[in-house]
């Protein structure tokens, strides 16, 4: 896989990414646009069920290792956010011991587009189970791409987590972990773990439509006093 801590900073709404150099990155069939066309697929899945439209996926040695998209109104548990639910997609995957995976061959996604894949491409990796890694492990070594920057509870999770970086779509915010409100990735706190890299990557346009789309429509989820509110306001 490409290194990411050199060659993305930031993102400009045509879906071109820079190096800290300023020079033009890879074009669109690259892997960091294949892993956030993949992303923003369960990012419009999450729209569909009527769930903010963020996913996000992990990918380890040119595979995606775990998948998640946000399950706050299914499940009614505001903890449910994208990249707390990939996380346990992944630890489901490899059960954190060496060679308990269950499922095998899975495939690689380098050299196909995004919009194939959906969360029932996940599989454990061949390797994992060869090699003796845990989920720990692949934690440790593995690029969370996800379509809006993690907010503070999932900057921080992450970070403890010691996963080392994280690629994102639109800055967030309202609830930003990584500099947009808060910098829990990067501010000097010892007892999270090491700093979690967070870099601006492509798709971020993309991401927000998706966003505005869902916040167009009434959330039915939303509490009795919001939805109160917003019929007063439309009739005074």
């Not at 071109?16 to 069939?29: A, H, L, P, V």
């Not at 010691?162 to 000097?188: K, L, M, Q």
């Not at 966003?211 to 306001?233: D, I, Q, S, W």
Request: glycine letters at 6%; aromatic letters at 6%; one cysteine or more.
């Amino acid at each position: 896989m490409l290194s990411l801590t050199d060659e993305i900073s930031h993102a400009s709404t045509d879906d071109k990414c820079f190096s800290n150099s300023s020079g033009e990155c890879e074009n669109e069939s690259s892997q960091h646009f294949i892993w956030m066309r993949a992303a923003l697929d369960l990012a419009n899945e999450a729209l569909e069920s009527g769930e903010v439209p963020v996913g996000c996926v992990f990918v380890y040695d040119s595979k995606i290792v775990g998948c998640g998209r946000n399950r706050v109104n299914e499940t009614r548990n505001a903890t449910r956010h994208a990249e707390m639910v990939a996380v346990d997609d992944l630890r489901k995957r490899f059960f954190n011991a060496a060679g308990d995976s269950a499922e095998e061959n899975l495939p690689s996604y380098g050299t196909r587009l995004g919009s194939e894949l959906s969360a029932d491409d996940c599989s454990p990796l061949n390797d994992c189970k060869a090699s003796g890694l845990t989920a720990d492990d692949i934690l440790c070594s593995s690029t969370l791409y996800v379509t809006c920057e993690p907010c503070i509870m999932c900057a921080a999770a992450l970070r403890m987590l010691h996963v080392p970086t994280v690629v994102y779509g639109c800055a967030n915010e309202r609830f930003g972990g990584c500099g947009s409100v808060v910098n829990i990735a990067a501010d000097h706190l010892p007892s999270l773990g090491p700093e979690l890299v967070c870099l601006r990557g492509p798709f971020a346009e993309q991401s927000i439509d998706l966003l505005k789309t869902f916040y167009k429509g009434e959330n039915p989820n939303a509490p009795c006093p919001k939805r109160k509110n917003m019929v007063l306001e439309q009739n005074p």
